[in-house]
């Protein structure tokens, strides 16, 4: 195992100037991804089935309130709930959705939103993740890039699943990258990073590539 001395993790951000270009990224990553998404409408059929799932979930929830309460009957539960249940495969990502849905009512944009707010985050990580690895400039750069770029934008203005994965993916990467730098005895930060890791893979199932690099890192420590 490497016994290569620690490097102190940095402050985020070192300096106002830093504060201030990163507040100015993350605006105009938001501005992006939030400028008239509520008017953007539904393109693809997959957007769809996230919404409807999320739009199952939620008028589920108050069908059993109403139950509860006795508004409602049992045999009513056709007619009240709307929307169809889980079956996309991406059942934490449909959650997201409704969660949303929680804020803004069953709206056609409530999924939009989600990606919107993780493209965002990620956006945020992506420096965070460059600055430990790299330093701030190579942080803020890749912010930048991430924030201009038309794949990401376009992602985080839909409503696929993509940039909550992208999301799941920095994050214990960057959790994990802090874990190895601290050298931490206990093993106990690596039990939230695989729950990080396991919430990515049922948001987007393609994330099951991050485990796999974790297992290389973790068996090339210890030969």
């Known amino acids: 195992m490497s016994n290569a001395p620690t490097k102190a993790i940095p402050k985020f951000p070192s300096t106002g100037k830093t504060t201030i ?3 100015s990224i993350l605006l105009l990553a938001s501005f992006f991804r939030f400028y008239n998404i ?3 409408g539904i393109f693809f059929h997959d957007e769809a089935a996230y919404l409807l799932e999320g739009r199952f979930l939620n008028s589920s929830m108050h069908f059993m309130i109403d139950l509860l309460r006795g508004k409602v009957q049992l045999s009513q539960a056709v007619e009240s709930i709307q929307g ?3 079956n996309s495969g991406h059942p934490t990502h449909t959650i ?3 969660l949303a849905s929680l804020i803004t009512g069953t709206e056609d944009y409530m999924a939009f939103l989600v990606s919107a707010i ?5 956006v945020y990580l992506t420096y965070r993740l460059g600055t430990v690895m790299f330093g701030e400039r190579v942080g803020l750069f890749s912010a930048v890039l991430l924030t201009l770029s038309a794949y990401h934008v376009y992602y985080s203005r839909s409503g696929f699943p993509e940039t909550e994965a992208g999301f799941f993916v920095l994050l214990p990467t960057y959790l994990y990258y802090i874990y190895k730098k601290e050298k931490r005895e206990s093993n106990r930060p690596l039990f939230y990073i695989g729950l990080l890791v396991g919430i990515g893979f049922t948001v987007k199932y393609r994330c099951f590539f991050v485990p796999i690099i974790f297992w290389f890192l ?3 420590d210890y030969l």
Request: no cysteine; net charge neutral; glycine share 4%.
């Open 21 to 23: 270009a990163l507040v």
């Open 118 to 122: 993780f493209g965002i985050l990620s």
């Open 218 to 220: 973790e068996v090339r």
């Open 96 to 98: 997201f959705v409704f």
């Open 84 to 86: 169809f249940p889980m």
């Open 38 to 40: 509520t008017e953007k």
